[in-house]
């Protein structure tokens, strides 16, 4: 009998196999499931070599625009070494970087080119009677407005902000509306941030000029000693440093979109 029993469980098996395939624990079935309808490790779309927690840009994103960064020299002739660009927050300049910004922007050869130029004007439209006119007067002209410049430097750029702790460079703002910037750029003379990037009032600016225009009394002659004329000298000084750090926000917009060129 037990023969008889084997022999036809065999054929039985052998005539319904698929019936058979579908008898197995239901450990064994769930496994087997999950084996078969396991998906494949998800793949890098669009050949993207994307990182864990990073997103993968799409087609149509655009990253944003970057603004233009401020050069060492405008126009390959002007320094800009007190220009900041940007976006970008740098340390505190030591006292000796200062004073490296402060000599380059006093020895610079443009500075030489600049004096020539405001001297010439000064002579030509006798300014300081009292200094002559022609090749002498140009001579007493050029050295007095080299002497002028250097001061201020040194004043504005390196001592004094060693000592009240400020930040004389020139930080770009590179966005906004036209006035917004405007604004902000010609009032820095007014408010520069100190060592900790608070804005504070810039008592370099308005104190080193006028430190500069008093010293300039001992070579000035004495018709250009009165108040009136020391502060038109100061105004004037104030107002150039103005214009200046407003040129320097705009002139990356101007050689890129205006000159078609890189900064």
Known sequence: M???AVTLSCAIVSLFPSSFAHAQTPDVAVETAAAVNLPDAPAPQNGSDSQPGQ???APGDKKPATPPQQPKRILGIMPNYRAVSAGAIPPPPTP???FKIATQNSFDYSSFVFVGLTSMIAEGEDDHKQLGKGVPGFGRYYWRGF??????????????????????RYYAKGSGSVWHRALYSSTRVLI???YQGHNTINGAEL????IAQGISTTYYPSADRTAGALAAKYGYAIMRDAATNTFR???PDIAVHVLHRHP
């Open 249 to 251: 926000e705009f002139w």
């Open 192 to 194: 520069t941030p100190d």
């Open 207 to 210: 104190l080193g000029r006028g």
């Open 147 to 168: 002497v002028d410049k250097a001061d201020g430097n040194y004043w504005v750029i390196f001592a004094l902000p060693t000592v009240f702790h400020e930040d004389e």
């Open 96 to 98: 000796r970087q200062a």
């Open 2 to 4: 037990r023969l008889l």
């Open 55 to 57: 997103s993968a840009q």
